[in-house]
Nanobody
Framework: QVQLVESGGGLVQPGGSLRLSCAAS????????IAWFRQAPGKEREGVSCISISGGTTNYADSVKGRFIISRDNAKNTVYLQMDRLKPEDTAVYYC?????????????????????WGQGTQVTISS
């Protein structure tokens, strides 16, 4: 079965850290770019970060730049999102998705658009 599965979400205090994982099954992640998106209650979905096939290009939303790091381990067929110095406004359901580079302003600044396959999401809650 072709799917993406996110894990690693949870409840942490402001200033804390989490590492989200996006594991692929049924296909090889190394052949696609992967993006992370998030959606908070009552808000539109937001592109958080995107990593290219080679891992050589990474882009981030301005709101997370300097705090989040996206990486990939093709041997493990997994993409990660390390999230540090978390803030209450980071609270959302986080989704990973297959992606393709796209410089259209709609997809700025992560410069990737979803390609069709989404995970089920993982809840991240930042609260004291």
């Amino acid at each position: 079965q072709v799917q993406l599965v996110e894990s690693g979400g949870g409840l942490v205090q402001p200033g804390g850290s989490l590492r989200l994982s996006c594991a692929a099954s049924g296909f090889t992640l190394e052949a696609v770019s992967i993006a992370w998106f998030r959606q908070a209650p009552g808000k539109e979905r937001e592109g958080v970060s995107c990593i290219s096939i080679s891992g050589g290009t990474t882009n981030y939303a301005d709101s997370v730049k300097g705090r989040f790091i996206i990486s990939r381990d093709n041997a493990k067929n997994t993409v990660y999102l390390q999230m540090d110095r978390l803030k209450p406004e980071d609270t959302a359901v986080y989704y990973c998705a297959t992606a393709i580079a796209n410089s259209d302003t709609r997809y700025s600044p992560i410069n990737c658009r979803p390609r069709g396959l989404w995970g089920q999401g993982t809840q991240v809650t930042i609260s004291s």
